[in-house]
């Protein structure tokens, strides 16, 4: 099925693609600069984690300052998320104790509607997405730090990118 002209200008015009235009310079930037410029592979995609983990609460609907508070919980949350699971990385027990106990309390989120669900599936996407390689002491301090940074990094972004484009998101 090919759509007309006038279709597609309706869709790249849309605020759906500006808004995942947005989200994906977002979280691909720290990742870009990261491994472009300086060489720094697994920190580009740690940091992007952090980036997409913000990313996800950062949807259109209600009030700026509801969406720019929703990011700095999954921020700070999916900064503790990412320290508690690079603890439990390396011992077996801990992980066994850690993954349902963080399962069950960021599923309770969901209570607190759209925003609390989007939240609790932000945090247990970092926490999966740490779980792939044990980790050191060393290890947890770095990868915690680049994910906040990252996730820090797209909550000025995306601060930014509503103030100077405002009226496009109008």
Request: hydrophobic share 50%; net charge positive; with cysteine.
């Amino acid at each position: 099925m090919i759509l007309p002209t006038s279709q597609l200008q309706r869709f790249f015009y849309s605020h759906y693609f500006f808004g995942g235009l947005r989200q994906a310079t977002g979280v691909l930037l720290p990742a870009l600069v990261l491994s472009g410029f300086f060489g720094w592979h697994a920190a580009g995609f740690v940091a992007a984690v952090g980036a997409a983990c913000v990313a996800i609460l950062d949807q259109p609907g209600g009030p700026r300052r509801y969406g720019i508070n929703g990011m700095f919980a999954a921020l700070c949350l999916g900064s503790a998320t990412t320290a508690l699971t690079g603890l439990a990385s390396s011992h077996l027990l801990a992980i066994w104790l850690l993954v349902p106990a963080l399962c069950f309390g960021f599923s309770m989120l969901t209570v607190y509607g759209k925003h609390g669900g989007l939240l609790g599936f932000a945090c247990l996407l970092i926490m999966t997405l740490t779980l792939r390689t044990p980790l050191t002491l060393a290890d947890v301090l770095q990868h915690t730090l680049t994910s906040f940074l990252g996730g820090a990094f797209y909550l000025l972004y995306s601060a930014a990118a509503h103030r100077l484009l405002w009226h496009r998101e109008e």
